[in-house]
């Protein structure tokens, strides 16, 4: 248990459906992090929330839209989305000090697909 | 910008025989070093880290690291394999993303333990 939930664990929605993904951390951190891992292909950084506020958008396209209402709550919500969207979403977080002993703790992920 | 690459794709085992997943990276300053690991399903679990001192790492279930910064690299070890070690294990560099940090990772080694 590393203290990072995610919901829900399993998604599968239409193109023209909208759903959001939710993330919960329980360690007092303040950033936190959407990752996206596809099949065969490294984890990809999709935003960075430091303190509530989004200090990185790695070029996401805008059919996903995150939201941060608190430093211990994390949303991506997603509407028409492609097939290609297909993929395991990961939320993480960490203290957000961007000291040395900085460490990103990790979700189960949502395995989302998109038909 | 920092790269992480991880030559073997996927490595076979027999259990109770030794293990080592290379890692090299490739960054400018002082790297911090992780190793995740994932079981299928699931989302990344620390191993261990580096970010200064000893270059021998220790971590949990019984996995170690060394840090040679000569050879760019920051391979995984473990004398003895379990069963429930077969997972895909991730090797990762994090650079500053203002007072937050961004973690680029390896494409993944997937390990496969033989009984």
């Known amino acids: 248990e590393t203290g990072v939930t995610q919901t829900p664990r399993h998604l599968v929605m239409g193109m023209t459906n909208k759903k959001s993904l939710k993330c919960e951390q329980h360690?007092?951190?303040?950033?936190m992090y959407w990752y996206k891992q596809s099949a065969k292909k490294p984890l990809e950084l999709m935003f960075v929330y430091n303190f509530k506020e989004q200090t990185e958008n790695n070029s996401v396209p805008s059919r996903f839209s995150p939201e941060c209402p608190n430093s211990s709550h994390l949303f991506l919500h997603l509407h028409t989305l492609q097939p290609e969207d297909s993929a395991l979403y990961l939320c993480?977080?960490?203290?957000?000090?961007?000291?040395?002993?900085?460490?990103?703790?990790f979700g189960p992920g949502t395995r989302l697909l998109v038909l | 910008a920092q790269s992480v690459t991880q030559p073997d794709i996927h490595i076979t085992v027999s259990e109770g025989a030794s293990l080592e997943l290379r890692c090299n990276y490739s960054y400018g300053a002082t790297p911090y070093l992780f190793w995740y690991v994932q079981s299928p399903g699931q989302g990344l679990q620390l191993l261990l880290k580096?970010?200064?001192?000893?270059?021998l790492v220790q971590g949990i279930k019984g996995f170690e690291a060394e840090f040679k910064r000569s050879q760019s690299s920051f391979n995984l070890r473990k004398p003895s394999v379990h069963w429930s070690d077969a997972a895909e294990y991730f090797c990762a560099v994090g650079a500053p993303l203002g007072s937050a940090r961004q973690l680029t990772f390896g494409s993944g080694t997937q390990l496969t333990v033989l009984p």
């Open positions: 360690l007092g951190h303040n950033a």
């Open positions: 993480a977080s960490s203290q957000g000090s961007g000291g040395r002993g900085e460490t990103q703790y």
């Open positions: 580096y970010f200064s001192g000893d270059t």
